[in-house]
């Protein structure tokens, strides 16, 4: 089951996400990035900062598989984060689904900074999670309830906590993305009308206001593009299509529409939670924007301090 790329837009939908996941409470100071660092080029796909200044930076890395130089591959990024911004307190968060993906099982604790290590197994029990009344811990539900009886049980109840209407409409859409794509993915035989049937969604899911905006459309594979672009829907069309189908010339031409839908949704969704909502003219200069414009601004937007300095950078 694919589990970096929806783990890393859930991490990105509100700071309240990381705490689900990790346990450590965060101020409302603390915004969500991902950064690409200038030495070496690497990418970390989840950063929580505060804004002021006051508190340490936590850079956070899912390891579903196992790999056993994931802990010096965050320590790396911990690393060049922190020579970049010197002064900075820098901790490492490294979260696994299992303690058996974790062939190294231990917990490091450098000079620079900490390394946290959270099985979560051991935080979510499937009891747990069906007791919640939490939409962050239900969103997690067919990522960690290995059963899948009790997973189909349990489908409505998740899909109307994340369908609150008293929740953010942006956290609203972007958990209700991140839950479709994880149902599909754990039940791959099912049609998306029979997943609908089994959350109880009375519109299709094509037709969900979340899938529409953040589900990239078209045959998008690769997990590495995928965190690039911040991409749900092309994942979840791709797959789909492409199971049915056989589509390997709608792949490619997919994938190029997906990297630039994607990218844009993504932009769209950090911009909103940063500055509010959008006027029409930004919207209509995102809509216009090249992919390397998107790129840039997408490095660039938790530097400037309004839209207009962004956009005219």
Known sequence: MKTDLPIYQFLATDPKAFTTLTGIELSDKYQFSAPTLKSGERRIDAMFAPSDGIGPVYVVEFQAQPN???????????????EQHPGVDVRGVLVFPETKVDKQNFQWQPETGQIAVVYLEDKFSSERIAESADPFILTLAPLLIEDNTILRQLAPKCWQT??????????RNNLGAIL????????????????????????????????KELVAKGEVRGEARGRQFGLIEG?????????????IEGEAKGEARGEVRGQLA????????RFGKLSTSTLEKLDAATP????AWADGIFDAKSVEELLNS
């Open 68 to 82: 056993p130089s994931i802990r010096y591959n965050l320590m790396s990024k911990i690393s060049l984060y922190g």
């Open 162 to 171: 994340v369908n609150n209407p008293q929740l953010d409409p942006q956290i």
């Open 180 to 211: 479709q794509f994880w149902f599909m993915e754990r039940f791959k035989t099912n049609t998306a009308q029979e997943i609908a049937n089994m959350l109880h969604v009375l519109t299709s899911l094509e037709e969900t206001r979340a899938y």
């Open 235 to 247: 994942e979840v069309r791709g797959e789909a299509r492409g199971r049915q189908f056989g589509l």
């Open 266 to 273: 993504l932009l769209k969704s950090l911009l909103t939670r």
């Open 292 to 295: 390397d414009q998107l790129r």
